[in-house]
């Protein structure tokens, strides 16, 4: 049986992965080692016991009192606490889903890979912030990584059976988010309410929000760089409104391999749990008839300032994915508790960036795990200084 252990199970990635496993028979085809959650104890016991995992553990050290009692009598071990991550992290298993949302899903990522376990990787901020440690971390010990978001799950898709010597180009589509349609100048005054009422994919908050700035392409145009190891050049957005195709690979001889679906990530998780082999998903078929046509369009520059950032990220290299994915988790905070415009979250990333590559100089910063996460901290920092500056010119 093969052993699985899900970080971040009570998200929403990890719920649908947790859906699936049952879905393929739970305890009786999987063996769970580990799953892992935050403050919803009741709910981490609850997946624990269908699953008849080992240990269940919680990021929280406050919480573990109330996850011991949820799993009382099970013969299920509860544990708490960033070091209990890594150590679960540690036990044997074939493959791992990454599903914690932000920089707190890199480290677990990393000890896995130690172990030559497979880590289905829906935590997009790992490549973002440590691609290029991430990608040899795995290269040393015979560890595969596969994609789990919904677009690098099209590329890899897209690319079985072919050689990367042979792409040209990737095309990332992007359903444009909440706001593609306003005209511009009413975006700075754009609400969180607005910003969150996504017309095609159910996400949680945040990643809704950012698909509206298109901040989530930004950190998958990085991600698709870092995974796929094409140039930057080769990389391209488009705005396909009905998120139907999940994006598409172009090869030297003009051909485009294009992977469609329905907007559905159980599509992803499932393709990345029973790689390589494909196995019955419940996800709906496409009804072509009824879909009756496909719109692009190109992706405005003054309407995504985010996609040209993520060009500069590219271009710098080192700690500037490190920088770029916290200074946009905080303008994100800022914008969702109403202190700055919608508008205003790409000029505190682009403030802080501007701020750090003075002061730290990003690109030729050393990258080891300890100076990721020591960059995220700082970047948090200056970033908060740049929000609280940029709130404060909108008052006066
Ligand atoms: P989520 O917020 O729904 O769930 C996050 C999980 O991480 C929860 O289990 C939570 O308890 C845990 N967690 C939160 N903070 C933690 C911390 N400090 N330490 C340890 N655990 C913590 O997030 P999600 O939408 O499932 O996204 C997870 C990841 O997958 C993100 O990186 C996101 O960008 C990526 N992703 C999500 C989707 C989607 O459809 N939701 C699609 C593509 C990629
Ligand atoms: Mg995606």
New binding site residues.
């Given amino acids: 049986m093969r052993r699985i252990s899900i970080?971040?199970?009570?998200?929403?990635?990890?719920?649908q992965t947790v859906d699936l496993m049952l879905h393929h028979g739970g305890a009786e085809t999987f063996r769970t080692v580990a799953l892992?959650?935050?403050?919803?104890v009741a709910r981490l016991a609850e997946m624990a016991r269908a699953l008849r995992a080992e240990v269940a553990v919680t990021?929280?050290d406050d919480c573990l009192p109330a996850l011991r009692a949820a799993l009382a009598g099970s013969g299920i071990e509860a544990a708490a606490g960033?070091v209990a991550?890594l150590e679960a992290a540690d036990r044997p298993a074939d493959w791992i889903m990454?599903?914690?949302?932000?920089a707190?899903?890199l480290a677990p990522g990393f000890h896995a890979l130690r172990h030559g376990t497979t880590l289905a990787l829906?935590?997009?901020?790992s490549l973002v912030t440590a691609g290029p440690l991430l990608m040899a971390e795995a290269a040393r010990h015979g560890a595969r990584i596969l994609p789990?978001?919904?677009e690098h799950s099209a590329i890899f898709q897209a690319l079985v059976g072919e050689d990367l010597a042979a792409v040209e180009r990737i095309v990332l589509t992007a359903s444009g988010g909440a706001l593609r349609d306003w005209p511009l100048e009413r975006l700075a005054r754009a609400t969180v309410a607005e910003a969150l009422a996504h017309p095609n994919?159910?996400?949680?908050q945040?990643?809704t929000i950012d698909s509206a700035s298109m901040f989530?392409k930004a950190?998958e145009v990085i991600e698709t760089r870092e995974y796929f190891g094409v140039a930057p050049e080769q990389i391209e957005v488009i705005i396909h409104p009905e998120s139907i195709i999940h994006s598409m690979v172009g090869y030297r001889d003009g051909a485009m391999m294009a992977h469609l679906g329905a907007a559905d990530?159980r599509h992803?998780i499932g393709y990345a749990l029973n790689w390589p082999e494909r196995a019955d998903l419940p996800v709906a078929r496409l009804d072509f008839a009824a879909l009756a046509q496909l719109t692009f369009r190109a992706p405005e520059d003054a309407r995504y300032p985010a996609l040209r950032l993520a060009r500069e990220v590219m271009a710098t290299r080192g700690l500037a994915g490190a920088a770029f994915n916290a200074a946009k988790e905080i303008a994100l905070d800022h914008f969702i508790g109403a202190r700055i415009g919608f508008a205003d979250m790409a000029g505190v990333v682009e403030d802080t960036l501007a701020a750090l590559s003075r002061r730290n100089g990003l690109g030729n910063a050393p990258m080891g795990l300890e100076d990721v996460l020591s960059m995220d901290r700082i970047a948090r920092a200056e970033a908060e200084t740049c929000a609280l500056a940029l709130a404060a010119r909108r008052a006066g």
């Fill in positions: 970080f971040g199970a009570t998200g929403s990635i990890g719920e892992t959650g935050g403050r919803n990021a929280f960033e991550l990454s599903a914690i949302v932000g707190a899903g829906a935590n997009k901020e789990v978001d919904s994919w159910s996400m949680g945040r990643i989530n950190l990530m992803a």
